[in-house]
């Protein structure tokens, strides 16, 4: 496992099926994203603890992009969340270009291999302990979630 405590960047990055039906489970799902998915999002992040920021774009109707910044071990990250949020992931990914079949992704190592490869590294250097992802800047050093709750009085 990571031992990693300053905010790590996910920048997942899809292409999406250009195909009629499913260009249309898509605008589907963006219709739908605010009233139906992003409650189910809301709670898992808030419940994670561990997530800094988190958003959900849809880029020319080509690619789908999670990226959120998080604190701690990436596999538990994405096992905390395959969990947590399955239903949408096997929606979302069903909308993917290449994507294995959910019955495949839905087991930890997978799910973790699976997306670990959609994630594109920032550009620039990594700090220390977060080789091989990029530049990432905080504000806030490297303040966990907890840390940062904690010295709010939360």
């Given at each position: ?152 009085g939360e």
């Amino acid at each position: 496992m990571e031992n990693i405590t300053m905010a790590i960047a996910l920048n997942l990055t899809a292409p999406l099926k250009q195909d009629p039906e499913s260009q249309q489970r898509l605008g589907q799902l963006v219709a739908t994203f605010a009233d139906q998915v992003q409650p189910a999002v809301d709670n898992a992040l808030a419940k994670s603890g561990t997530v800094h920021f988190a958003r959900v774009l849809v880029i020319d109707n080509k690619y789908i992009q999670i990226l959120t910044e998080f604190d701690g071990d990436t596999m538990q990250y994405t096992e905390f969340f395959r969990r947590e949020l399955g239903e949408i992931f096997r929606v979302i990914f069903s909308l993917v270009e290449g994507a294995p079949p959910w019955e495949e992704l839905n087991n930890p190592n997978s799910f973790f291999e699976y997306t670990h490869r959609l994630n594109l590294p920032c550009l620039g250097e990594a700090t220390a302990g977060n080789d091989g992802r990029g530049y990432l800047f905080s504000a806030l050093g490297d303040m966990t979630i907890r840390e940062i709750r904690s010295r709010l009085g939360e």
